[in-house]
C-alpha cells in the first residue's frame, strides 16, 4: 500500500482504525515471513496502543487456542493464555506468573497515522525469530 505523503513502503499494512478497536482487544492477520500469523492489538487506557504476536511463550499455542477464547481483560490490564494460566502485562508482554514467567510476548512493529493503526509487515522478522 502507497499512501502519498507518507513514509510508508509497500509493506505497511492496515490493522484497523483506533475507533474500531474494543476494550477486549482485537486480533488480525499478518504475515511473518511466508506464513499468516495472527496478532493482538490493544488499546490501552491511555489511547495509546499494543500489538502483540498471539502466541505463549510456553508453547506455541494461541493465547485463546481454549474455551473460553477470551485473551485481554482490560480491568486488570493483563493478557491471558487460556491454555497455560500465563498472565502477562498488556504494556510490555511481560509475562507475569505461569509456566514462562520472565518471558515477553512478541511485540509488533505498528504505527498510528491520523487514528489508523498500520503494522510494518517488513519488520515482523521470519518464522525462527522468538
Not at 485473551?71 to 511481560?94: I, M, Q, V, W, Y
Not at 509456566?99 to 515482523?124: M, N, R, W, Y
Amino acid at each position: 500500500m502507497v499512501i502519498e505523503g507518507w513514509p510508508y513502503h509497500d509493506d505497511m499494512k492496515r490493522i484497523a482504525s483506533l475507533e474500531d478497536i474494543p476494550d477486549t482487544g482485537l486480533k488480525f492477520a499478518y504475515s511473518e515471513g511466508p506464513l499468516e500469523e495472527e496478532g493482538i492489538l490493544l488499546k490501552m487506557s491511555d489511547g495509546s496502543v499494543r500489538a502483540y504476536k498471539n502466541q505463549c511463550r510456553h508453547l506455541p499455542m494461541r493465547l485463546d487456542d481454549r474455551e473460553p477464547s477470551e485473551f485481554f481483560d482490560p480491568a486488570k490490564g493483563e493478557l491471558l493464555c487460556n491454555s497455560h494460566g500465563a498472565t502477562f502485562r498488556s504494556d510490555d508482554g511481560l509475562c507475569t506468573a505461569g509456566p514462562c514467567k520472565g518471558s515477553h510476548l512478541k511485540v509488533l512493529p505498528i504505527s498510528v497515522e491520523d487514528g489508523v493503526v498500520f503494522i510494518d509487515e517488513s519488520a515482523t522478522g521470519s518464522f525462527f525469530d522468538v
